[in-house]
């Protein structure tokens, strides 16, 4: 399924103000077309890796992929920079930590990573090798993903640029669910019963005043840099940001 997210959203000639490209969506065929497509795509010369990350594990090296660990729910979840992290993470927190949570400093809680350690949420690499393969083959696992242009937007003052296949082994583990922070409403519901989520916007405003002018040679050169995370999400640039160049 290939659809540019932006496109939809900004399309005309509805008649409608409140408009909804997905109001009609089978959603339990959306979220299987995401993995099938992801699943195929690792599959192919360009995207499937020399060496896996179970592959470095064995041979004793510990790349940092950010996996955050319920151990009791048995659930995994990747942690991408601006793609809603914090939230996921302080709702992890939450099903780790149910007798702790309520007790903890509000501070804490309301950080900008909820809360790290011993009575917090921690990472994969945490546990020994040996134990990390047996729950990324057993463990539900989960990510959020959103229109790279957007993210790269979002870290425009901050140091978050990795590209999605790199901060997250992607075409290393088979994914339980994809989801997109342009259907975050649905795609948590799915995941979760309740998530703190904002509405997703329509608003392009922001992402027009900074990528305009930008040129096509340069908007071409950032979409060949992060060629992977469109690719592999089903993400295209939008016309309309091609049309303003």
């Given at each position: 399924?290939?659809?540019?997210?932006?496109?939809?959203?900004?399309?005309?000639?509805?008649?409608?103000?409140?408009?909804?490209?997905?109001?009609?969506?089978?959603?339990?065929?959306?979220?299987?077309?995401?993995?099938?497509?992801?699943?195929?795509?690792?599959?192919?010369?360009?995207?499937?890796?020399?060496?896996?990350?179970?592959?470095?594990?064995?041979?004793?090296?510990?790349?940092?992929?950010?996996?955050?660990?319920?151990?009791?729910n048995k659930v995994l979840y990747c942690e991408l920079p601006k793609v809603g992290c914090t939230n996921?993470?302080?709702?992890?927190?939450?099903?780790?930590?149910?007798?702790?949570?309520?007790?903890?400093?509000?501070?804490?809680?309301?950080?900008?990573?909820?809360?790290?350690?011993?009575?917090?949420?921690?990472?994969?690499?945490?546990?020994?090798?040996?134990?990390?393969?047996?729950?990324?083959?057993?463990?539900?696992?989960?990510?959020?993903?959103?229109?790279?242009?957007?993210?790269?937007?979002?870290?425009?003052?901050?140091?978050?640029?990795?590209?999605?296949?790199?901060?997250?082994?992607?075409?290393?583990?088979?994914?339980?669910?994809?989801?997109?922070?342009?259907?975050?409403?649905?795609?948590?519901?799915?995941?979760?019963?309740?998530?703190?989520?904002?509405?997703?916007?329509?608003?392009?405003?922001?992402?027009?005043?900074?990528?305009?002018?930008?040129?096509?040679?340069w908007l071409d050169k950032l979409y060949e840099t992060y060629k992977p995370d469109f690719d592999l999400f089903g993400y295209e640039v939008p016309n309309y940001l091609i049309d303003i160049?």
């Open positions: 399924m290939r659809y540019s997210l932006l496109d939809a959203e900004s399309e005309e000639g509805s008649g409608e103000s409140d408009y909804d490209p997905f109001k009609n969506l089978d959603w339990e065929s959306e979220y299987e077309a995401r993995k099938i497509r992801l699943r195929q795509l690792c599959e192919t010369e360009e995207f499937k890796p020399e060496f896996s990350i179970q592959d470095s594990w064995r041979n004793g090296s510990s790349p940092d992929v950010r996996f955050v660990v319920d151990e009791n996921w993470k302080r709702t992890m927190l939450q099903l780790i930590q149910p007798k702790t949570f309520g007790k903890l400093a509000f501070d804490d809680i309301k950080g900008p990573h909820g809360h790290y350690g011993e009575e917090g949420y921690k990472y994969i690499t945490e546990w020994p090798a040996e134990e990390r393969l047996k729950m990324v083959d057993t463990f539900y696992k989960f990510i959020f993903v959103r229109h790279p242009l957007e993210r790269i937007l979002s870290a425009y003052r901050i140091r978050h640029w990795k590209r999605y296949v790199d901060l997250c082994g992607i075409c290393s583990f088979d994914w339980n669910f994809v989801g997109k922070l342009e259907t975050v409403n649905e795609d948590s519901q799915f995941v979760l019963e309740e998530y703190p989520v904002k509405n997703r916007t329509t608003d392009h405003s922001m992402i027009i005043r900074y990528y305009k002018g930008l040129g096509k040679h160049q």
